[in-house]
């Protein structure tokens, strides 16, 4: 604690009356990196914690992550877990995909839409083969 009078006030402390005595105790926040990166970029983003031992340092914060998305319908990719890029690397390969056709690629609504697709695509093949034999006849 340290003792001043009234007119002598500063930012970095914090007023608290003791009995008849006003003492100051000092509240400065000030931290430095604890890794090299010296720069205030979205990896680099930090939180002050105080600890047990009322010293005030860094934690860093982790990048969020966002879900796997399928391009055609632009949903999220059920029973894929949202990770970093890097962190699927050490995924086992069955938490990494759904065991279906394209699973973990598209999604189910997409896999349908395309087995549809193509079903008709065949349907088709075979009306006009049809319609080309009766015109011949």
Do not use: H
């Not at 007023?15 to 509240?27: A, F, K, Y």
């Not at 680099?44 to 934690?59: D, E, F, L, M, W």
């Not at 999220?76 to 056709?101: C, D, H, N, W």
């Amino acid at each position: 604690f340290f003792f001043f009078n009234d007119t002598a006030t500063t930012e970095i402390y914090t007023e608290q009356i003791v009995g008849s005595v006003r003492c100051v105790q000092e509240t400065d926040t000030r931290v430095t990196y604890r890794r090299r990166k010296s720069y205030n970029t979205r990896s680099n983003r930090i939180r002050k914690v105080k600890t047990p031992g009322s010293r005030i340092t860094v934690q860093y914060y982790r990048k969020n992550s966002n879900a796997r998305k399928c391009p055609i319908t632009g949903q999220q990719l059920t029973g894929i877990p949202v990770l970093r890029p890097y962190q699927y690397k050490f995924l086992k390969r069955r938490e990494r995909t759904v065991s279906r056709a394209y699973g973990g690629n598209l999604s189910g609504l997409a896999v349908r839409d395309k087995i549809i697709r193509a079903f008709l695509i065949e349907e088709v093949k075979i009306v006009k083969r049809v319609m080309a034999q009766k015109t011949k006849q």
